[in-house]
């Protein structure tokens, strides 16, 4: 009984981690496609329920990748540490920019932080504690089999996704100053270019790498639109 019970905990934290995933990256590629940094496929909606479909259906593809993973690397706890280190090293990453940027918006911008009504403690103290401690666990990756291929992987990865970015800027400097908008696709319930996304997209537009910017001053010392 006691191992059925630890199964069922496991499923479904398993699953309610899946379904935060999903719907995490639905949004992050529907904000990047809405700032025309991602393929303008992926902020269509649905008409009824007003959904990123094809996001949606990107992420699910993507997650469906990650199974058939298993044929390459038998070993399930293997291919866990491979993908989970991946995903630790993008996390570091990411939020080792935003401690550098906040460094930098200190050091360029102190009348900024001045003004600012909830300042972060010992803001710039923590943010190199914070980056001393990411750089030991980039650091004790390289002393198991496993850590170290992803760590190894991990330049692949960024190069492909800078490859994606400059295409994607390339295709936004050539539509400059010709504003797309989506119309609908027929009775399929999908729309495509040309309609006005502005009165349906409210709830999805901010992407979780861009919240701290819009939502006014934060911990982190960030004012408004910095």
Request: a positive charge; glycine letters at 8%.
């Amino acid at each position: 009984a006691a191992a059925a019970v630890i199964n069922f905990v496991a499923l479904t934290s398993a699953m309610s981690s899946a379904n935060s995933g999903v719907f995490s990256s639905t949004r992050m590629l529907y904000g990047l496609s809405v700032e025309k940094h991602a393929h303008w496929q992926f902020r269509i909606l649905s008409r009824s329920t007003r959904i990123p479909v094809r996001s949606l259906l990107f992420s699910c593809f993507c997650m469906l990748i990650g199974t058939l993973l298993l044929f390459l690397v038998p070993n399930v706890m293997t291919l866990f540490t491979i993908v989970s280190t991946l995903a630790a090293i993008m996390v570091v990453f990411s939020w080792g920019m935003i401690l550098v940027a906040y460094l930098v918006y200190r050091r360029q911008r102190p009348d900024l932080h001045a003004g600012s009504i909830f300042k972060m403690p010992a803001g710039v103290v923590m943010s190199w504690v914070s980056l001393l401690f990411f750089a030991f666990a980039i650091f004790i990756m390289i002393f198991d089999p496993d850590t170290l291929l992803a760590l190894l992987a991990s330049p692949l990865v960024y190069r492909a996704v800078g490859l994606l970015e400059a295409e994607a800027a390339a295709r936004g400097a050539a539509s400059a100053g010709q504003p797309e908008r989506l119309t609908p696709a027929g009775p399929g319930g999908r729309l495509s270019r040309g309609e006005d996304l502005t009165p349906v997209c409210a709830r999805w537009r901010l992407a979780p790498y861009r919240a701290y910017m819009v939502t006014g001053p934060g911990i982190s010392g960030f004012p408004r639109g910095v």
